[in-house]
């Protein structure tokens, strides 16, 4: 009895140490594979090379959203296209589009220009941010004086969200940084800036007339 009970503890012990030291590697059949074990391809991550490798297998793959398309919980979208190098009449277009922005949170909108746009046009509007600083900065050539120019003042909102969107002559796309709610409140910021320029501005002028006569 105590040789068979020696026996029996030895067999236990050792199926003990088989079980511990063979580790399972093989994780068994997946019922859906495809949901368990992702290809894991980013979505504009895959290469020209990658796509003509896959047309040769016949699947035709393209990563380019179809024209038109608006992201999930997109707000106010932008449907004019940016217009191919040496073209401008999608810039020229963009004047009839209007800030569909019927109010906004003020304080908001000026941290927003302060973050993106000051850097280069000056907290107060003038082209004199730090990347400037009256010549003494990095950046050789003033940036637009968004307040007290004309050509800026004029400009109409429609245009500006394109300059914001897709770039314009030195100023890059700001499309990743700022979603397109964000844009519209920063030029309605800008906006709300001109307006007062040209309010005390007429301001001063009725005054000194006044004081002529």
């Known amino acids: 009895m105590k040789k068979i009970s020696i ?17 399972r590697r093989n994780p068994g059949k997946i ?3 495809d949901m368990a074990y992702s290809r894991a391809i980013e979505t504009y991550s895959v290469t020209e090379e990658q796509k003509a490798e896959w047309l040769k297998q016949g699947i035709h793959y393209s990563n380019t959203p179809v024209p038109g398309t608006i992201k ?10 940016k217009d191919v190098p040496g073209d401008s009449t999608n810039y020229v277009a963009s004047k009839q589009v209007k800030n569909p922005l019927t109010s906004m949170d003020t304080v908001e909108a000026e941290r927003l220009y302060l973050v993106n746009c000051a850097i280069c046009h000056g907290p107060k509007l003038d082209g004199n941010g730090p990347l400037y600083k009256s010549g003494d900065g990095p950046f050789p050539a003033k940036p637009a004086q968004l307040v007290g120019q004309a050509q800026y003042e004029n400009m109409p909102e429609g245009q500006m969200f394109y300059s914001v969107t897709y770039g314009k002559n030195k100023m890059g796309s700001y499309a990743s940084q700022i979603n397109t709610k964000q844009r519209w409140m920063v030029i309605a910021y800008i906006k709300s ?12 002028g009725s005054d000194s007339t006044a004081a002529k006569k």
């Open 31 to 33: 019922y859906m594979p």
């Open 72 to 81: 999930r919980g997109e707000l106010f979208p932008f449907l004019i296209a």
């Open 7 to 23: 026996l029996a503890l030895i067999v236990v012990a050792v199926s003990a140490i088989v079980s511990c030291s063979d580790v």
């Open 193 to 204: 800036k001109q307006n007062a320029g040209k309010s005390s501005g007429a301001a001063a």
